[in-house]
Nanobody, 119 residues
Framework: QVHLVESGGGWVQPGGSLRLSCEGS????????MSWYRQTPSSHEREFVA?????????RYEDDVVGRFNISRDNQKNTAYLQMNNLTVEDTAVYYC???????????WGQGTQVTVSS
């Protein structure tokens, strides 16, 4: 059975940092590109945040998070990470982890973790 479990969300003041984790099981983690998305209460869609590919470990980021967020992965631990620095209130959202193969033939989502940035 496939599982993607996010953790590390919570409340932080503006300018603070959080590190999200996404642990996968039940599938060949190393064969999947790992992404983070987020969804705000006012949005009906999940917004792309960042991706790290496999193989290669290439990364890409949504423009608003460039220079503040860093995505990484540890295939030995079947875990992807999102280090978020200099957070703003606009980063408040539910953050979701996604595992997807090239071409999208196989696609899994986590249950989400809430990140709240406020003073």
């Amino acid at each position: 059975q496939v599982h993607l479990v996010e953790s590390g969300g919570g409340w932080v003041q503006p300018g603070g940092s959080l590190r999200l984790s996404c642990e996968g099981s039940g599938f060949a983690f190393k064969d999947y590109h790992m992404s983070w998305y987020r969804q705000t209460p006012s949005s009906h869609e999940r917004e792309f945040v960042a991706v790290v590919t496999s193989p290669g470990g290439y990364t890409r980021y949504e423009d608003d998070v460039v220079g503040r967020f860093n995505i990484s992965r540890d295939n030995q631990k079947n875990t992807a990470y999102l280090q978020m620095n200099n957070l703003t209130v606009e980063d408040t959202a539910v953050y979701y982890c996604r595992a997807v193969t090239t071409g999208g033939s196989s696609n899994y989502w986590g249950q989400g973790t809430q990140v709240t940035v406020s003073s």
